[in-house]
Every structure is written in structure tokens, then in C-alpha cells.
């Protein structure tokens, strides 16, 4: 790997980082607003929900908590806005395997490749547990 | 709601702030912020964090890669460790009991304050040992011309208070892997080389389990692999786990968020806030020591891990 690619890689690197960060920022604060002035008691009472779930056997599985909010206006900006948040890694490897692949870095472009392999297990991992 | 959203951004604000200066990711501090302030289940906090880590790292470290403390092929080439242990760890934390990760967090929580109280006395960097007298490879070493480098030029004078005998040069793994570089110092980029890549890589991958398990950036785990076990700079060490911890987290969160178990809720004020302590963090640390607060951090962390342990023995 060059001068050029390690140039490319600290020149957009950061960009990726901070696209990602600020698209997700916007979107999470559109989902707040949109609640906040449609329905902030479903907010409310997700909160609650959560704090009571805390002595429950499922030890707080988010997953059954979350339905009272998923129908409410704002919520699919939210649950986009983690989304993005959480692909943030997944894109910046993708971004440095493509660099090692253009300079012909094969072991780095193998390693990363591998990583993404791994982050893509994660959501099989999640889907089947 | 707005008292409820301003108090989670305010809490994750100062724990993103907090976590960037120490490079120890915000997770930390939040999940027992979330489970003892805010009282929400351990699980609830843990999958909360992981998605706020990755906000930290790609706030923090953005500015570490642009300004070149950040060893981007370290970086890259340990992620398979802490990716791989990440995944385990996530897997792991969905069948254990809300009492048994709560014991685990009271220790992580108490080896970062011993890691931090060790990191006190840290200047920077922290130098390669090899035997006196010999290379690491077990060579003697060539005697360039007196007052000159091997190659005849003057030799760099080191940083004022850095170490004089870190060496810039590798190992043969990591040579191979070129995995040196340099820093940026007052007098020009500094050189620096990497060493003992397999056993940081071990290291790693018990970094990754504990980030997934515990929803921590486990920076200090990363931060020790590097700096004590690899030999890298530490204020290298600390930028490059920075950048670490967001593909760490990222993996753990991925196997919450397709499990349906993160809180959106709670999520959405607490990313939104950790990220904004993260921006103005990492500018601290590239601009100062911060040796004042770290004896005061020391001391959070331990009183914290003496309640988490509390609850988890009491069930309280």
C-alpha cells in the first residue's frame, strides 16, 4: 500500500465516520421531534415499561417493550437512525477493504474482507438467536 | 417525554465526554449509569450502550485518523480478533442472568480503574524492553558512526519527555505486515515500530468478548494490548482503539439490533448524546494529559464497581 491509498484512507475515512454520524444524528432527532409533537405519551410510557421490566424474568428483552412505540409517527425515523448508526462500521471496512483491494494489499484485503464476514455473521447470529 | 429525553442526553453527554478523554469508550459509564440512576434492566443498558460505543468511535476517532495518531493496519488487523470475540460475547450475554453480567461489569469496571491508575504515570509513550545490549531479535547491534544514524544521517532528537529508547523498528510478524508508522510529534512524525502481534491479538479477541458481553467499548483492554503488550505509543494506542472500538461494538450491536432487543427509546437520546461528549473529548485528550482528572475518574469507577457488585450479589 502506497502514499496515495494511505492518503485515501485518512482523507475519507474520517468523511465516512462523519457522514454516517451526522445522517444518523439528523434522522434520530427528526424520530424525537415527530414523537414529540404527535405522540409523546407512547414515549412516556415505553420509558416506564422499560423501568418496570427490570425486576422481570426476561431481564428487560427490549424486544417485548418496543412494540409500544413501533406503531407511533417517528419511530421508523428512529429505528433507521440506529440502523445507519450501527452500519457505520460495516461501511468503513467496506471502504478500507476496497483500498487494499486497489493497492493489492491481498493480506490486508483478506483480513478486512474477513471482518465483514464477521459483521455479517452477527446479523445471522441475531436473526437465529 | 422531553424531561425524560433531556435527562438521557445529558447523562450519555457527560459519559461520551468522559469515555473519549480516557479512551475507554463511554460504555463504561453508561450502563451502570443506566442500570443504578435510571434503573433500567442490565440487558436494556448493555444493548443501549453498544449502540452508543459505536457512536463514540466514530465520533472520537475521526479526528485521531485525520490527523494521523491512529494506526489504521494495527487497527485493521487485530479487528478480526475483537470481531470474532464480539460476536461470542453478544451471543453469550442473551443467556446469562441479569445478576451474572452485572458481577462481570463490576469487574471489567474495576480492571479499567486499575488500567487507568497504571496509565498515571504515562508520558505519551511507553517503550519497547529488549534485552540490554541486543536487538530484539537477539543480535547484536551494528555501532553506526559515532553522533550518526546507520544510514549517516543525524539521528532525531526524541520528543521532550518521551522515552529515549523506543525503538522504530518491528518485529518480523509485524514488519511483514508493515505494520510501523510514525506520529505526529512537535518536531516532525515520530517513528514507532509494533511487536508481539499475536499475542495483542489474543488479547483482542478477550477485548472483543467483553465489548459484546458487556456492551463496553472495552478500550482499555485494546489500549493495554497495545501499549504494554505490542509496544505502540500510548497516545497511538488510545487513538487506534478509538477507532477499534466502533467495529467492536458495531459487531456486538448488530447481533442486538437483529434480535429486536435495543431499546429505540432509549437509544435515540442516549447515541444522540454520547456522540456529541465524543466530539468535544476527543478534542481534550489530543490537547492535553488530563492527569488531574484521571485520580477522580479512578475513584468513580471503583465506587461504581463496589455498587454493581452489590447488586449483583444481593440481587438488590
Known amino acids: 500500500m502506497g502514499l496515495e491509498d494511505d492518503r485515501l484512507l ?16 439528523i434522522l434520530l432527532v427528526a424520530g424525537l421531534c415527530v414523537i414529540a409533537a404527535t405522540e409523546p405519551h407512547a414515549y412516556v410510557a415505553s420509558y416506564r415499561a422499560l423501568e418496570h421490566a ?11 417493550v418496543n412494540h409500544q412505540i413501533a406503531n407511533v409517527p417517528g419511530d421508523a425515523l428512529l429505528v433507521t437512525g440506529l440502523l445507519v448508526l450501527t452500519l ?20 490486508f484485503f483478506a483480513l478486512t474482507s474477513l471482518v465483514l464476514a464477521l459483521l455479517f455473521l452477527g446479523v445471522v447470529l441475531g436473526r437465529v438467536g | 417525554m422531553l424531561a425524560i429525553a433531556a435527562s438521557l442526553f445529558a447523562l450519555s453527554l457527560g459519559a461520551g465526554f468522559v469515555g473519549a478523554i480516557f479512551g475507554i469508550g463511554g460504555g463504561v459509564l453508561l450502563v451502570p449509569a443506566l442500570t443504578l440512576v435510571l434503573h433500567m434492566p442490565i440487558r436494556v443498558a448493555i444493548g443501549v450502550s453498544l449502540i452508543s460505543v459505536v457512536a ?17 493496519r494495527v487497527a485493521m488487523a487485530l479487528e478480526v480478533a475483537t470481531t470474532a470475540g464480539a ?29 487507568t491508575l497504571r496509565q498515571r504515570s504515562r508520558d505519551g509513550t511507553s517503550p519497547a524492553r529488549p534485552e540490554r545490549g541486543r536487538n530484539l531479535d537477539g543480535t547484536s547491534p551494528a555501532r553506526p558512526e559515532r553522533g550518526r544514524n546507520l544510514d549517516g544521517t543525524s539521528p532525531a532528537r526524541p520528543e521532550r519527555g518521551r522515552n529515549l529508547d523506543l525503538l522504530p523498528t518491528s518485529d518480523r510478524l509485524a514488519a511483514r505486515l508493515r505494520m510501523g508508522g510514525s506520529y505526529p510529534g512537535q518536531n516532525g512524525p515520530v517513528p514507532y515500530g509494533v511487536r508481539r502481534v499475536l499475542p495483542g491479538a489474543a488479547l483482542m479477541s478477550v477485548a472483543g468478548l467483553a465489548s459484546g458481553l ?6 482499555v483492554l485494546k489500549v493495554m494490548a497495545m501499549d504494554s503488550v505490542m509496544g505502540l505509543p500510548f497516545k497511538v ?23 429486536g432487543d435495543i431499546a429505540t427509546t432509549i437509544a435515540a437520546p442516549v447515541a444522540l448524546g454520547v456522540a456529541a461528549g465524543a466530539l468535544v473529548g476527543s478534542r481534550v485528550l489530543v490537547r492535553s494529559r488530563v492527569r488531574v482528572l484521571r485520580m477522580a475518574f479512578v475513584v468513580l469507577l471503583l465506587a461504581v464497581a463496589a455498587q454493581m457488585g452489590w447488586r449483583a450479589a444481593t440481587g438488590g
Open chain 2, 56 to 72: 463514540t468511535s466514530a465520533g472520537a476517532s475521526a479526528a485521531f485518523v485525520r490527523d494521523g495518531w491512529t494506526n489504521l
Open chain 1, 10 to 25: 485518512r482523507t475519507w475515512t474520517p468523511r465516512i465516520l462523519r457522514g454516517a454520524l451526522v445522517a444518523s444524528a
Open chain 1, 54 to 64: 427490570r425486576g422481570s424474568t426476561a431481564a428487560g428483552r427490549s424486544s417485548s
Open chain 2, 87 to 115: 460476536l461470542l460475547g453478544a451471543s453469550l450475554a442473551g443467556v446469562l442472568s441479569a445478576r451474572v453480567l452485572e458481577g462481570l461489569f463490576a469487574v471489567a469496571m474495576v480492571v479499567s480503574a486499575i488500567e
Open chain 2, 214 to 219: 458487556l456492551g463496553i467499548g472495552a478500550g
Open chain 2, 237 to 259: 494506542s488510545s487513538a487506534t482503539s478509538n477507532f477499534m472500538i466502533g467495529v467492536t461494538a458495531g459487531a456486538g450491536a448488530l447481533v442486538y439490533l437483529a434480535r
Open chain 1, 88 to 107: 457505520v462500521p460495516i461501511a468503513r471496512v467496506a471502504f478500507a477493504a476496497l483500498v487494499f483491494l486497489r493497492a493489492r494489499d491481498w493480506v
